[in-house]
């Protein structure tokens, strides 16, 4: 669990890597420190004014600034001191999926411990008395879905995928696999056998949805497992989470006419569940652009439903119209804010900082090469960039394209805009996205690396001990970890505590 409780708490999951390198990350609390308390990227060049750690089951205190990056000038996500984590961790007993408590006790005085569930009442029960935020994820691929929920305060307790060489980068990363992670196919499970959970989320093949596809919808192979989902949590009976969230291509929407989004909605309607149903571009949150259409299910009455989608950026108008059509859909339409207007971060504040003779770069000729791909007005574009006196960096995708002559050919596409295009699976290698870099009279390209395509999902430190292919089906096949931050924020936390309390489980759900 990672995630803040009340403005003097903030609490950071371990990983496996954590364990291994001794290092404590502080991805998303960095906020939480005083502004000068961050020094240069070296101690040699200086460090900033120290905050202190009180470190429980240590004898003296750690004193410690935190670093910035050299190139990007933000902050890193550790304490530049670090040497006293191993011991902490040893001390303690610190395994896998353990939380700590980061706690403010003074402007620049800080203590750090353990963080206990229990006395916090927050894997069994909140404070009022409402029900925990536990959750499965079905379909958890190598497991964003569970990073971006845990940043916000919720705890799983299931997970569910039929890849293993996903489930493989889970465990690199998570290493609790064998505590939750059932590997299998989603039509098999025993929803009788689930357990209690007030969530379950759902990110369900998109091969036969998405307009890159042959666009079989729910009658393909692939998308379908959607079926194997609802067959699960209508197996729970009256343990039916209050609330399920679906992930997607917004194709789904538009599948077989909107027949196939209809039949998902109505299923849900069937089970107990009003719906709502947004987009959000991971585009607003890191610097890749990933239009995705999520649905809420909810069995938690709202009294400031809205009666129609307003205009907005997560209603577009395509799916208003939809909502408009299908009067006969329980809708239960949350007013939510504007997510950001865009990432913070571009294209080059995610790029690893290569030399210039590494490996992963392209030879000469094979960068020549994909610059002949280009068109004229993508090559005239190639070429305003390498005559400049700087660095510039943009992204290519290979796609193939018909001639003026009928003849098809692979050509590549520069994107300029800071903004990488859509991580994608590399199904025969068109889905390799590649690094364009030009400046000074001269251009080279490559792969964007596995590590980079962790950062354009917001999952920086994903610790990820796979071969590179592997890596790149895993995050190409995956969800953008801040905007689950986002709607967990801005919608399950608040629609699961306005529970009221003493409520009981059945009669939210309807049983």
């Not at 801040?482 to 608040?494: F, Q, V």
């Amino acid at each position: 669990m990672s995630g803040r409780v009340g403005d003097r708490k903030r609490l950071v999951c371990v990983s496996a890597a954590n364990l291994r390198e001794h290092h404590l990350y502080l991805t998303g609390h960095t906020d939480f420190f005083p502004a000068d308390a961050f020094g240069p990227s070296t101690a040699k060049a200086g460090i900033a004014k120290p905050v202190r750690l009180d470190v429980a089951g240590l004898t003296e205190p750690v004193f410690t600034d935190i670093p910035t990056d050299a190139r990007t000038g933000k902050p890193r996500t550790f304490f530049r001191k670090r040497a006293w984590v191993g011991e902490f961790f040893a001390r303690h007993g610190i395994k896998p999926g353990d939380t700590i408590a980061i706690e403010r006790i003074g402007t620049r005085r800080f203590r750090v411990l353990p963080f206990d569930a229990k006395s916090e009442h927050q894997r069994l029960k909140i404070r009022d008395g409402r029900t925990a935020r536990r959750f499965a994820e079905f379909f958890a691929g190598i497991g964003l879905v569970r990073m971006g929920l845990e940043a916000e305060g919720w705890n799983l307790a299931y997970a569910n995928d039929i890849d293993p060489e996903k489930l493989a980068m889970y465990q690199a990363h998570f290493g609790d696999a064998d505590e939750h992670f059932h590997l299998g196919d989603v039509h098999s499970i025993d929803g009788s056998r689930l357990p209690d959970v007030e969530l379950a989320t759902a990110s369900f093949p998109c091969t036969d949805l998405s307009i890159a596809g042959a666009r079989l919808g729910f009658k393909g192979e692939h998308s379908s497992a959607f079926w194997g989902f609802i067959s699960a949590i209508r197996g729970m009976h009256s343990r039916r989470p209050p609330l399920v969230m679906l992930e997607n291509v917004v194709g789904f929407l538009t599948s077989h006419g909107g027949a196939d989004f209809r039949a998902a909605m109505e299923a849900l309607n069937e089970l107990g569940y009003a719906i709502d149903s947004f987009v959000l571009d991971a585009r607003w949150f890191v610097p890749q652009s990933r239009p995705r259409l999520f649905v809420v299910g909810s069995m938690i009455p709202n009294g400031d439903a809205m009666e129609s989608a307003p205009v907005s950026r997560i209603r577009p108008m395509l799916l208003r119209k939809f909502i408009a059509d299908h009067p006969g859909i329980r809708w239960q339409l949350r007013d939510l804010p504007n997510p950001p207007e865009r990432s913070e971060r571009l294209l080059p504040d995610i790029l690893e900082n290569l030399p210039d003779d590494a490996p992963e770069w392209w030879s000469r000729d094979r960068a020549v090469y994909l610059y002949n791909q280009f068109s004229e007005r993508h090559r005239t574009t190639a070429d305003a960039m390498i005559a400049k006196r700087r660095w510039s960096y943009a992204t290519v995708f290979r796609r193939v394209r018909m001639q003026p002559n009928g003849e098809k050919r692979s050509m590549g596409e520069l994107r300029t805009d800071g903004i990488a295009g859509c991580l994608r699976t590399p199904k025969g290698g068109s889905g390799r996205q590649i690094l364009f870099k030009a400046g000074y009279g001269r251009y080279a390209a490559r792969l964007l690396t596995p590590r980079e395509c962790a950062r354009l999902m917001g999952a920086d430190e994903f610790n990820i001990g796979v071969p590179d292919n592997q890596a790149f089906f895993g995050f190409g096949d995956a969800v953008c970890v801040p905007a689950i931050s986002w709607i967990a924020e801005h919608y399950l936390n608040p629609a699961l505590a306005s529970v009221r309390p003493g409520l009981s489980r059945a009669t939210v759900v309807g049983a």
